[in-house]
């Protein structure tokens, strides 16, 4: 069945209602803090006041004597017994060598590296005679120099001793010289320095686990709020336990939100994985705000450097970038791909720059790892290349509508200069759609409004792409990937014709309950009720990645799909035998099987029937039954793309900047439930629109102490923080995907932060701001105004 086909079937494009919203409506979700187990302790962590410093000795002797202890485990205790967290994803310097990869322990040995690294943990009977013995671990360190900022990694104190100077690596894609070659002879280059800043995730569920060990079966069960629990088995298992995989479950119930900061391998989940046995009793960790902030891996953090070299008239001819990436105090599971391979492939963007070349330095910080938040490297790519693009407007005396028209890619398949190739899209009209739904032309208007009450108005043009599907396996794996990228679906026909499905994507909020019912059910004519789906438990579900990169639905989707392929086979077989005609004759739609040319035909639920009684069919030539799995690995990412148009007003006198109006058109391939589509564009746009005016991780550059370390601190958007989003669509299916979905879930995030820095650029030129950096905080915002007035 082809992606066209697909859209016109029933159930598919339709805002059905979210299955799973009325347990977590009625409070009836089970997150993994609400899992108590039998005879189950508390653990608490002992972590570093310090960003770096060198830790001489560990006294627990009196914290062990305290009421309800039952263990505490520092270090050495595990040292020979595991191996370190592991990174995901091994990157090539451009001198053909190993990235440089220090060991990451579970428990610190030796040295704390950044404010909140775990030294010690200590387990009681309850959770406050845990945090008790905890304040009463002595430890014993000797501050050492920190560094935070990653333009000083290269001359500060060493982190590692396998990374010298806090090099992690160099990696480049291009023709370097090809692209120095034409800068040469460019009628104009337009230059542009940037940072895009750190910040932490905030899910609404803090990460949680329980570790438990049967010595009856000699099964782990880890409960954990994670994004992929196969793959958390799998580095947990080979690369750090040494267990048998089939001898450990990890069970991801309903988990709160994830953005990214769920994917990964934590230290917490081994620690506890592995204290079950050494007590033979269950232990639960749940993180406390505080700790979120000090240890759930950071995103963004690139200092960088871009160069467009164009021809007389604005025509893009070739582009250089810089970046200094932060990866923190320790490589996190999948932290090198995203300033890289997730990066730098996105730097083409929507237009037709023939050459690039970009560089990356990667440096180890006295901070919290930094891995991918919701985007991951794309939204580092987008913000770079359309701060950059405007900039070559504003030099040129061209609108930023104008500087991209000339510029749009206008015809598929499309091969970029770093790597990717695009295969299919439309971006002149999703620029032409957003103008128009955002009324640019009345945006002078609106200006004159705005001085006449004292304030200035800017507007800012943002147009994005991104590679979702994250895959294929060959290519990841020749790029660094240290597993495949697959995914797999499981579709179980039951004898009345209800069907269960048991996928490897993981939902934590995209309401995959929902949308891959109505794929099912589409394929079959079947009601969205009549589908389950089930996810989130390796012991019940077939191997899977897992969810992340807005891959769900494009790869999660097609597995099912593929699946559904052979239960609509082995269906015709048994329909064909219920009306004495050949399989071959045999058609199916809309719930309905009929042999071509006649009247006959047999229902979807008489056929699911049939399958479990085989008196009604030749067992010699099909088993009975009708469940089939199916892996998919795609041949290509998908290419959602958008433009996205953002209208700010700012207080001259204050420096408060107020988005006043925002457009978003995007073009995700086939969409399966719009209103689903549409709560995901919206708290994308909250996302991005939140880091460009308001998030901002900052640590003291002396002392390494994280000043952004609460919400008193760290500013989070709220509703009125936002107007009334204006969204749309238009749809180029994906062309290699059954769905011919693209993927919806970081979208916003991406292309939202350069609209709106672009439009508060728009604004301060007219009071002299040249340049400015993310966030447009008021104080911020305001120096930048009087520096310019002197």
Known sequence: MGASDFSKLPHIGESVRRKEDYRFLTGAGQYTDDITMERQTYAVFVRSPHAHATINSIDVKAAEAMPGVVKI???????????????????????????????????????????????????????????????????????????VDVRDAATSTQLHEQAPNNHCYKWGLGDKAA??????????????DLTNNRLIPNAMEPRAAIGNYSRATGEYVLYVANQNPHVERLLMTAFVLGLPEHKVRVIAPDVGGGFGSKIFLYAEDVALTWASKEINRSIKWTCERSESFLTDAHGRDHASHAEMAMDKDGKFLAMRVHTDANL?????????????????TL????????????????????????????GAGRPEATYLLERLVSRCGWELGLAQDEIRKRNFINSWPYQTPVALQYDAGDYLALLTKAQGLGDTAGFEARKSASKAKGFLRGIGYSSYIEACGLAPSNIAGALGARAGLFECGEVRVHPTGSVTVFTGSHSHGQGHETTFAQVVAARLGIEVDAVDVVHGDTGRVPFGMGTYGSRSLAVGGSAIMKALDKIETKAKKIAAHLMEASDADVEFANGEFTVK???????????????????????????????????????????????YICEVEIDPMTGKTRVDKFTAVDDFGVIVNPMIVEGQVHGGLVQGIGQALLENCVYDKETGQLLTGSYMD??????????????????????????????????GAIGSPPAVINAVLDALHEVGVQDFDMPASPHRVWEAIKAARV
Not at 351 to 367: K, Q
Request: hydrophobic share 40%; net charge negative.
């Open 179 to 192: 692209v120095d070659a034409v800068f040469a002879t460019a009628a104009h280059i337009t230059k542009l």
């Open 347 to 374: 730097l083409a963007g929507q237009y037709t720059c023939p050459l690039i070349y970009v560089e990356v330095d990667a440096w180890f910080t006295n901070t919290a790892p930094v891995d991918a938040y919701r």
């Open 597 to 643: 040319g006649t009247d006959k035909k047999v229902t979807f639920g008489q056929v699911a029937l049939t399958a479990y009684v085989p008196h009604n069919y030749p067992l010699d030539k099909l088993e009975p039954g009708l469940n089939e799995t199916a892996f998919y690995d795609p041949t290509n990412f998908t290419f959602p793309s958008g433009t």
């Open 73 to 147: 485990f520092i270090g050495k205790d595990l040292e020979g017994k595991m191996g370190g967290l592991p990174c995901g994803w091994l990157i090539t310097d451009v001198n053909g060598k190993p990235m440089n990869e220090p060991p990451h322990p579970v428990l610190a040995l030796g040295k704390a590296r950044h404010v909140g690294d775990q030294v010690a943990m200590v387990i009681a009977e309850t959770l406050e005679q845990a945090k008790n013995a905890a304040e009463a671990v002595v430890v014993d360190y000797d501050a050492l120099p920190a560094v």
């Open 714 to 747: 760290y500013t989070m958007p709220r509703a009125d923080d936002f107007p009334e989003f204006k969204i749309d669509n238009i749809c180029t299916p994906c062309t290699h995907n059954p769905l011919g979905s693209k993927g919806c879930g970081e979208a």
């Open 328 to 344: 923190g105090a320790y490589l996190s599971t999948f932290s090198t791909a995203v300033p890289t391979i997730l990066y730098a």
